[in-house]
């Protein structure tokens, strides 16, 4: 599962390093021979400086062709091992970059209430640790690939120079990679529960941010959140990794010392009971000391690719959750509408975000063109949900929608949402005009932050905000601006003047919204501001979230002053 998200990015390089990683391992493990062979080339009781040098830029070289072939190796398996590690270096930097852009694409084509129930935290979580753990995994891989292959090297010509010590050094190394299993796999369950209390602590370090405001009024509420909360998941996060970081710790002391207490056991134990020359003896003890860095690197990076596996598997189950909406791709061209006709609708908060199952519908009414729908109603009434379903932004359960006589199906669901522009009460302001820029739109643009009041806060330079440290009333206003700048058919407003002073209220309800009415628009305001309850075309009632009522207010003539 791990190496398929690196074969996905780039197969071809990533065949290349692990080629280039395992015989770099291969070239390694030929080392050991070679110097071998270089010690026996001196007779029995002689020196190697007895025997005759190579001279080469005045410097003596013994046994000169070995000597050659062992720069060779060590050249290429330089050579090898850092184009290996190059590729898959610059293959985990577009990997980055890869797995974060699969991500942004799901959370664009998610439906918007599965949005809503994995969380932001959840979210940023997955783009910043699963997706940094499993690039470490990754490039981790080949190394474990290429001393595995210089492992096998090393056994092989252990093998070749004395059977009964192979056998051992091989099962020490297997008991060894066994046990050392134990604490692995103890790290790998506190991961995962470090990972559970880290997405806990990235939504409570939200709820600091964005909550600021309403613990700076209440210190009581501010201990108790930054005590319990806050320092409470950090605690629990501490706990968490100090235990993981002491049994990986203490895996890799015990995985770097296993070949010292085998080369203790050949030399002290097992020459008791076997016979081994001196030259083998060194050759073995040679053997094993080189057999010493694979064992300690492949019991290292055990434990991170293990990380990495489930941080891969988190990921998945985020985009698994994150559902595509079958109508992102569909694009079916809008015909004509005058009025759009809501049939029998039901939606039903799934439990899991809302324990009580809240419920809106079966609701049926019908908004047109050239005409301002209030929707009022108290708290939980299904306002909010009800507004969602009119912008297309959650799908009923049950019910029907058309826009004229066009229903509203997966193929011709995304080109009506295109038709809709909405401020919601937890909107997002963008930081830039996302629309086409020319100076027709400019300065437009610029006539919508003088008619908002704006112009004195806020400048346009090649459609950059010049900053959004607004209050809540000026960003309303300027995501206002946005909305008319992306001149839609239909506009939903939920509470939009709520942050607003007087004089704006009067703006939004006298000048604006009949601007749009006269602009031929279908206009759709939540307000609970009754006093401008007279320039509606119709009023719908919710309560509990059923219609209760829908009626069309009496026309108050008005008198601007």
Partial sequence: MLISEFGRQAPNRLFAAVVLGCLAGVCYAFLIPIVLSS???????????????????????????????????????????TASRVMLTRISVEMTVS?????????????????????????????TE????????GQLLPDLLMNCVTLLGILGFLAFLNGPAFVFVLQAILFGV?????????????????????????????????????????????????DEVVMGHERDLLQSDKATYTTLVAANAYGDLLSFFVIGVVAFVFINYHAVSTTEL??????????????????????????AKSAVASMERVFAELSEDPSQNALEAVQPWRHITFEDLVYEHPRSSRKDGFSVGPVGFEIRRGQLTFIVGGNGSGKSTLCKM??????PMKGRIHFGEHPVTDRSRESFRQEVSAIYSDYHLFERLLCPLDDRVLAQARMHLVDLGLEDKVSIEDGQFSTLALSDGQRKRLALMVALMEDRSLYVFDEWAADQDPAFKEVFYRKILPSLRA???????????????????????????????????????????
């Fill in 39 to 81: 010690l026996r080339g001196a007779g029995e009781g002689e020196t190697v400086a007895d025997s005759q040098p190579f001279t080469l830029f005045s410097i003596e070289i013994a046994d000169h062709r070995l000597a050659a072939v062992f720069l060779a190796l060590c050249l290429f398996i330089l050579v090898a091992r």
């Fill in 99 to 127: 797995l974060r852009s699969r991500l942004y694409a799901r959370i664009l084509s998610a439906d918007l209430h599965n949005l809503e129930r994995v969380g932001a935290p959840r979210l940023m979580a997955t783009m």
């Fill in 130 to 137: 699963d997706v940094k753990r499993i690039i470490l995994g």
């Fill in 178 to 226: 066994v046990t050392h299993q134990v604490p692995v796999f103890l790290s790998t369950r506190s991961f995962r529960k470090s990972r559970q209390i880290f997405g806990k602590l990235q939504e409570s370090i939200t709820g600091l941010v964005y909550g600021a405001k309403e613990l700076k009024l209440n210190s009581a509420s501010r201990r108790t959140y930054l």
């Fill in 282 to 307: 060194v050759g073995i003890v040679m053997a094993l000391l080189y057999v010493s860095g694979p064992v300690a690197v492949i019991m290292d990076v055990i434990a991170p690719i293990a990380m």
């Fill in 390 to 395: 009119i912008s297309l932004h959650y799908l």
């Fill in 519 to 561: 602009r031929d628009k279908a206009v759709v305001i939540i307000s609970h501001d009754d006093r401008y309850f007279d320039i509606a075309d119709q009023i719908l009632v919710m309560e509990s979230g059923k219609l209760v009522d829908s009626r069309t207010p009496v026309k108050v003539p008005y008198r601007e002053g």
